[in-house]
């Protein structure tokens, strides 16, 4: 049976004069978006689900980042600040989480010429085009995006005349089961688990002080909130905590001599050393199929080799790692790597098995690309599964697809980024849906949307 597009064809004005490019997220990829889209004047809006700007990385902004000042600052954005007299903090410092918001993120969201296109508090929950599903073909291109809209008020819809989705994938943690799937029971002890990278000895320090704690994850958010649970241990008697993993060692979080980032070199040695000193109880090939409540505890139960295990606990910090919200999309054509649901171009230069994050080339809008045109997946969304993402990347990402989306060829095609070199590259499989960690970027693989 042939399928026939019965789309009938129409004379029609072009629908996209005027209307701005839609950015979903106002992090610090999202907002490197708008600012080359500023430098190039071009209009645009930015559609932000938090209610204040860089949302996401507040929730986490106790963690100390990995990469210093000058990884973390685009270039685009950097020009439009010191331009108002902004100073670039000093080169080679770590901010907090915190501190990249305060002291970069937010003079940049204030810029005139960024704020007033800036719309928090409203979540893209569907992009389309409109009036035309995604079976449909004739004049696709032509035909404006169709992005729906929730927010306190009733859900909207709005036009765009290209999308940017740099909305990240800290919302959207993996599931603790070993199946991908949420384990069974889930529901039951959900007020009991907590997502990646809580703030142990800030404002969650109830929650852990003198309680015991099972990490679930192999990578550097599990390590990182490890560190913090044997901190609290020094001076909160009774804190005890557990690091579960699925494989038989974390190799993402091993110390390496030749990491150019020494702050990230240090943590595997240091939570080695805790290991050895049973501060930390390590359980390794343990992989979660199912949770159950017991009072006000929650109890993993998995396969440990050919037998069931149980581990009870007070808390349950899932930092299995992340992945791309795809349901809002469904109604773009993508064109996606089966295993890691990043661009299928990009896949390959990004694979976690034969890649660290500054082993990845450079790469624009090309490698960005979908069969929808004029639609692009940025930042760590763009790496879909794999944790290899550095903030520098997304801003060479972003600049690409702005000077694609105006037209400057030659621009687009010119991608150059040094990155440093981390060292963390393993030869052997890594499990994604256990290591948990943007490796480049923080602790955490959340900040780079």
Known sequence: MTLVDLTIPTVRDDRLDGLPIAIIGAGPIGLAAAANLVERGIPF????????????????????????????????????????????????GLPTGAELVDEYLVPLAALPEIAEHIVTGTTV????????????TTDRA???????????????????????DASGTYRTPNSLASSGLDPLGAEEVRDLVTHALPDVLGRERERFAGRHTVVVGAGHSAANTLLKLAE??????????????????????????????PARASIGGRVDRLVAQGRIRLVDRFETVRLRRDGDRATLIGHRGDALEELTADTVVNATGFRPALAMLREI????????????????????????????????FAELEHPEPNFFVAGMKSYGRAPTFLLATGYEQVRSI???????????????????????????????????SACCGPASPSSCG
Do not use: M, Q
């Not at 054509?333 to 976690?352: G, H, Q, S």
């Not at 105006?406 to 981390?422: Q, S």
């Open 232 to 261: 609290l241990a020094e001076t909160a008697p009774g804190t005890t905590a557990t690091w579960v993993i699925r494989n038989a060692s974390a190799v993402r979080v091993s110390s390496s001599a030749d990491d150019e980032l």
């Open 45 to 92: 809006v930015i559609y932000e689900a938090g209610d204040v700007v860089a949302d996401s990385i507040r929730s986490w902004g106790h963690t100390r980042l990995f990469s210093p000042w000058r990884h973390l600052v685009d270039p685009a954005s950097r020009r439009l600040l010191e331009a108002t007299g902004w100073r670039h903090p000093r080169e080679d």
């Open 333 to 364: 054509r993508l064109d996606l790597d089966d295993v890691v649901e990043a661009p299928r171009r990009l896949a390959p230069l990004i694979d976690p098995n034969l890649h660290s994050c500054g082993t990845v080339r450079p790469h624009g």
């Open 402 to 436: 702005v000077a694609h989306l105006a037209g400057d060829r030659a621009a687009a095609e010119k991608v150059e980024l040094v990155l440093p070199e981390t060292g963390v590259c393993s030869s052997s499989p890594v499990d994604t849906a256990t290591t948990g």
């Open 125 to 136: 929950t569907a992009v389309s085009r409109d009036g035309v599903d995604r079976t449909r």
């Open 142 to 164: 032509a035909t404006p995006f169709l992005l729906r809209l929730s927010d306190a008020s009733e859900p909207r819809e709005v036009r765009a005349r290209a999308v940017i």
